[in-house]
């Protein structure tokens, strides 16, 4: 590559970290920063070492779990440009992260369940512990007095730690049923506060028996299924807002007396006039005043060609300039502008997946009536049989922690942390919590065209037809621009030649100098080329001197295993289209590599909406895979929805999982583990009733203390568990 | 029976020690990258500057 080029290769513009640096209390300057390329310890070392080198940092941590950087300094000694400038300078790609992003987060949800954790889990230990020594004293000789004791210390352990680390669920419960709802919480909680208040009146009598270790205990596995589930989300969550953090820009405002400073999308006003350079998305929809330049309009149209614009024209915030910067007047505020009307269709859209009932959910409002019911019975029967207020509350008991949906509440969340952590493996990003459920019940899979079928990048289609000498001279002038098809001829590039001259013509093409002889690198009017054959791509012209054009044709190739996934979900029994908002040869011709009869082109992203909303009346479950903004609205009203990892924030944002990789074999494996996952988790249903249905009816006759109970309530849930991990030896065969 | 006087408050005491270092850790932010603490360990410290 020549000189030349370099000057337009640093115009590459990167958001200004000093919008997203935070002030301590302490005064200091605080800044994250996400490093996706960070995977060792060497790599921890290299950038922490990289950091504390610098004048003025006081605090560098790496974390290797949610790849982020978090940065503190004093700001009188350095900047935020030094610190992103050092953490790039030793080989990584450092992105400021915005804080905002979290708000959308509970971060401390993990934290508060460990620490419910750890105070379960110390007192279950103890308590066990002096239970065991009442048991074996009951067989012995201990005396009344000293089992009393160590009741008393039973209760002074276990009652304060049942408040602190029953919370969770007494929370869950309380708020389900202040709406007048049941959830898997309600008997849960109900058993432990009974089991804890009879128990201490059972020692200020000082009765026999008391149930503390029983109820610290169930509490203590209970959490434990609880924080599985939470590191699950947390985690998707956190890859999925770095994701996010990547894209997070500012725009360039020019002030009256021509100076640029950076200022925030949010801050943007009617009339101001800002600078746009080459490379980057337009912040705002606005008109441009000067410059000219090609504008990917795919994010909004899922046109996969270019736009040629120029002052007056009128364009659209989220749209990509790709070859000379402009300078635009803002014409909507941010809240306005076309991609703020999106997201409002993407929010109504939202309503279309409301309905849906997770499965765990549904099996509590048939189950938590029936345990309370069968409990009351029981209560009652023995107080009518005349067996004694606390014999009749024991049995009672006794039925309440067997019934205790333990196995049922640990059924889901272990399947799904395993689900989960198969398919990150496999480079599935699980977003929603219940969309593998919604995943395994699809029956239509509706697929967007540019960028998820195909790479959504021109590539050389008639590289055969053309001398090496042309091609060798065409790509060494293409590495000169940005226009997408330029950039992809570069690729070709063999041999440096010596070229001069070297100028571009916004929206026209290339001219250079080669020993005296002009070359000319552009579209068919800039080559002077005549009008041949219309096809589904694009082109570029290539003119030595006098002599006769040279075409080279683009076509946006399909992703390399796209026609073995189509057949692959056909043969699982789905329904595939194709919805593309994309010209209608380039549609036609891309369902027809792939065998899909049915395809639509030209769809808007009102249109995809319309022929969901079509599918979901003829009573099907939709699942859309898309990847730009003009797919968002359809992704959220889908019923379930996938996305790749190089879609636009937006869009996965709106998905439920997100998939990373050149091909698309992961939507296979997603589906394949969704259903099997659901397979498992009625499998632990079963197990979990078939359990009830011999335990209950001993129960309910007196036959089971509750102490029994709790040992063969765990029994269940550990079977329940052993079960689930059968998804991962599953897993482990295939690879 | 003595015995339990003397030994049950310093088992609750030690459960408590174990307890306390637990949440201790936790709000130092020990468990918040599980990942980078097992590759930490592979440090060498003592080399100088490569």
Known sequence: MSDAARPLLDLTPRPDPAFFVRTTPQGASRLDLVVQDMHCAGCLRKVERGLNEIAGVEYARANLSTKRVSVRWNPALATASDIVAKVNASGFNAVPFDQKLLGAMDEGEGRDLLRALGVAGFAAANVMLLSVSVWSGLVTDMEPETRAFFYWISALIALPAIAYAGRPFFR??????????????????LAVILASAMSLIQTIVNAEHVYFDASVTLLFFLLIGRYLDVQAREKACSAAQNLLGLRAAAAYLIEEDGSQRA???????PGMKLAVAAGTRLPADGEIVSGQSDIDTSLVTGESLPEIVG???????GTMNLSSPLVMRVTARDDETLLAEIVRLMESAEQGRAGYVRIADRAARLYAPAVHICAAATLAFWLIMGAGLTTSLTYMIAVLIVTCPCALGLAVPVVQVVATGRLLRRGVLVKAADGLERLAQIDTIIFDKTGTLTFGKPSLANAADILPADMALAAALAAHSRHPLAQSLAHHASTPLDLTDIREESGMGLEALLHGETIRLGNRHFVGAEAGADHSGSEIWLRRGTS????????????????????????RGLEVELLSGDREPAVREAAAALGITNWRAEARPDAKIARLQTLKAEGRKVAMVGDGLNDAPALRAAHVSLSPASATDISQNAADFIFQGAGLASLVEALNVSRQARRLVFENFALALLYNAVAVPLAVAGFVTPLIAAIAMSTSSITVTLNSLRLNLASRKMV | MDGLIILLPIALFLGLLGLGAFLWSLRSGQYDDMQGAAERILYDDDEPDA
Not at chain 1, 556 to 569: G, P, S
């Open chain 1, 172 to 189: 869950s419960a309380w708020k389900a049923l202040s709406h007048g709802q049941m959830n898997m919480d309600v008997p849960i909680s």
């Open chain 1, 548 to 571: 006769t054009p040279v075409c080279f044709r683009f076509t946006d190739h399909l992703r390399d295993d796209a026609a073995e996934v189509i057949a692959a979900l056909k043969s």
């Open chain 1, 311 to 317: 002052p007056g024209h009128h364009v659209f915030a």
């Open chain 1, 263 to 269: 200022i925030a999308v949010e801050a943007l006003m």
